[in-house]
């Protein structure tokens, strides 16, 4: 029985009647059918693509003789999840 052995299966089931009915979940009828077809949507025009900013570099001094170097354009919550990792060693 599924690796499972009888008197398991059957404390389960003692278990399961012992249940009071409210907190028994109630089942629901349910009906498979076919997917219906995705509606045609009109093509969307590809995003414009904007110019880059000029990425500079930014030199972070963390304290003996230990320096991060990061772009200007780094997400500030993942420096922070950095800096907080750093600052703890």
């Known amino acids: 029985m599924a690796g499972i052995h009888v008197s398991q299966l059957f404390r389960w089931r003692k278990e399961l009647c012992q249940i009071s009915a409210p907190s028994v979940p109630q089942l629901v009828p349910v009906e498979v059918v076919e997917a219906l077809p995705a509606p045609a949507t009109p093509a969307e025009p590809p995003p414009v693509s904007r110019p880059r900013k000029k990425v500079s570099m930014v030199m ?30």
């Open 60 to 89: 972070i001094e963390l304290g003996g003789g230990r320096r991060l170097r990061i772009e200007s354009d780094i997400d500030t919550e993942a420096l922070g999840r950095i800096l907080d990792v750093l600052e703890r060693r």
